[in-house]
């Protein structure tokens, strides 16, 4: 099972940290991913932390970071420099470690999800 947790109302320009807390099972057993997916829009991946390093979308490189912390049993999305238009519902999601990167980017290539955080940011 997955928790995310940590979003709410930013002011563009702001920072945010996403978690994603897993029970019954390990984080490094899996590619742990990020989505989001805005009001009326298709679910996109954000970043992905794999056995080979990290992915991310080029709408957020340079501005997210997805980090783990195994002992902790937590994947994280350090969000800075936020826009209007990163305003979404976040989830995070677990898929399996051999996957291949391209395959990382579908939602539906992923087994386990989180129930979703809101992130808005709004002046």
């Known amino acids: 099972q997955l928790q995310a947790s940590g979003g709410g109302l930013v002011q563009p320009g702001g920072s945010l940290r996403l978690s994603c807390t897993a029970s019954?099972?390990?984080?490094?057993?899996?590619?742990m991913g990020w989505f989001r997916q805005a009001p009326g829009k298709e679910r996109d991946f954000v970043a992905v932390?794999?056995?080979?390093?990290?992915s991310y979308d080029d709408s957020v490189k340079g501005r997210f970071t997805i980090s783990r912390d195994n002992a902790k049993n937590t994947v994280y999305l350090q969000m800075n420099s936020l826009r209007p238009g990163d305003t979404a519902v976040y989830y995070c999601a677990a898929a399996s470690l051999t996957s291949i990167l391209s395959s990382l980017w579908s939602p539906d290539h992923y087994i386990y999800w989180g129930q979703g955080t809101l992130v808005t940011v709004s002046s």
């Open positions: 932390f794999r056995r080979t390093g990290t």
């Open positions: 019954g099972g390990t984080i490094s057993s899996y590619a």
